[in-house]
């Protein structure tokens, strides 16, 4: 609790403050939102009033029913209001607290309310004030009382309206209150103080961006104004869920409508029609030293289809980790370079820059194509290191046909001849973006391949996705065998310990990934919360290391990686353990991106229970790669966990994408993303009836309006969102 909270009795004063209030307006000029609240509404990435007032609440408390104090009944959860005729603190030395008792009468009776620990509210509570409580009536030894109800102040000046039968305007009791995600230091009663006044002041100014007749009318869901205040101070729990229903109906609509909006713009673009060579494709397929599955050919051809035409390919190939989007890849890679025209290949570490630039170049090998790697640090061309400066001038003269690399690689100064095809791996989004930075300044635009092994829920690929060009691998390389994964309690461990050492005796080697540390709190700032959090994450590492090279397997090789290594270290590291010098490699997540070990049989999860569903699936998909036996052990304390059991019982990363869209539930409208989405739209989403309602309103506004010229709002919000969700 904190003693500098509005501890009730002095809001009104709030609606004689000076100034005018915006969305846009910072929330250091929110009356009463002094500097140790803007640091931590900032910590929630809350920087304006507008993003205070859509940080909603995740639950409601129901005190709107004031009863009398004769018929507040134990085991119940009432509201009452009355006067408070004795207050006192009691202090019990035993048990080092303090209990604050006070009595409190209406006409009907007497009651008792006892908070532990609060010896503070006399300060604020006082004999003769009147006072609404809130809370659960309890019987204990006989006694009955109000166990620390929550508590709201009646000023003075109202009591004697209230003796007339009119009601106070509560705001922490006497109706339905919001309860929001408590983060440490802002509680749900210091969110209310706040954003009940502020929204009063600036409901009105909240612009309608949903067009009225085509959406609202049509779909009968609440104006803007309206939602707003019934989503933080409902009238009903009715109309809590039907505010809810606007807000989520307007997320997916807007989503659908950047789809469907980039998907009428791309069609007017013109990109290089790239005929396919036959010829090279099927050299290719024949050199290969596996058989490409059913689904991998498929996912080709529908690529090398898309880039005989001269409309822009807009493709997601996605595949479950270790499903083969490498080689579809670079088939699609190898045919744009048959026709004189260069490929760009974006992966999101130098770890696996390097990694694709080698299996590219073995796979390549014959083709006469040249490939170039260019990374923060290092750039190769033709397995030749070279300078920058070297590798930009040759790119810039069609030298290079294959550009593999980083972010560097859509740096100011690369400049392509002639760019027909980027490819963007491990995105989990769409990379637009990064698209239109590759072709500035050139007349067309290249194609679009993004590669994802973030399985996208069928109930998405069926809805939302639908408006997308996309290819799914979903069978795996013939020969690989169910990674049995198994949870480990802290007891077993030992057993787990011997298993290892067998695995690694008999030729195999294998991971363990360090648990996921949360960031401090303590800390000022979200910048120095972060750099607290990667070096907490190395000390892990490193102290597994100790601990595992020391103690457990003083005989093994064991390798450590992580996030804070320069990239030449990092290298040697993955050298080592790729030539199976290396037995056992300590990590963090880093590991949990695309790399490719076939020898790694092992994945061990510290701390598994601290990890989300898509997080392990992408750990497990480190090992399994290989004709072997492989095994996934996730320690935790918590072998009921239902993320665990969950990884358990599937394997295919679609079904697990599914059983996280039902274990998340609807209700939480903030979070994170894990699957390319925010979370409460992937709530949501199991409503398929509402996604596809979203969608045709989407797709029926931009028929009659596809520039949106007559919704100015719905056209800057659009922008916004697209950069948002990476989307576009
Ligand atoms: P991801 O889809 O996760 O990017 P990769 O492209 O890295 O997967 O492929 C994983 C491994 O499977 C690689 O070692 C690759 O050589 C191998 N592979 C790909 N396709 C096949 C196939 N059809 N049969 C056997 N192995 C394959
Ligand atoms: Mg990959």
Redesign the pocket.
Known sequence: MDKASPCGGEEWLFDSAQGHMYLSTPIEEIPRVGPQYQKKLKKLGIETVGQLIFHFPHRYEDFSDIIPISKAEPGKIVCVQGKITEIRNIRIFRRRMYITEAKINDESGGIRAVWFNQPYLINTLKKSDFVFLAGKMVSKNGKKYLSSPAYEKIPAQFVESLENGKRYDSVHTGRIIPVYPETEGMSSRWLRFIIKPLLTKIKDKIPETLPKNEVLKKHELLPIKEAIWQIHFPDTLEKAELAKKRFVFEELFDLSLAILSEKIRLAKEKAILIPINLESVKKFVEKLP????LD?RKAAWQILKDLEKTKPMNRLLD?D???????VATMAALNTAKSELQIAFMVPTEILAKQHFKTISTLLKGFRIKIGLITGKENFSNGRKIKRKEIIEKIKQGKVDILIGTHALIQEKVKFKKLGLVIIDEQHRFGIEQRAKLCRKQKYIPHLLSMS?TPIPRTLTLTIYGDLDLSL?KEM??GRKKIITEIIRPEKRQQAYDFIRKEVKSGKQVFVACPRIEPSTKNNGVGQALIALSWAEVKAVKEEYEKLSKNIFPDLNIGMLHGKMKTEEKEKVLKSFENRKTDILVSTSVIEV?I?F?NATIMMIEGADKFGLAQLHQFR?RVG?SKYQSYCFLLSEFPNNPRLKAMIKFQDGFELAEKDLKLRGPGDLTGQRQWGVPDFVMASLKNIELVEKTRIAAKEVLQIDPELKNYPGLRTKLKEFQQRIHLE
């Open positions: 596996f058989k490409l599955t991998q595949g980790v270790g499903s083969g989007k490498t080689v092994a691998i390389p013939k695309g490719d076939p998909g790669r």
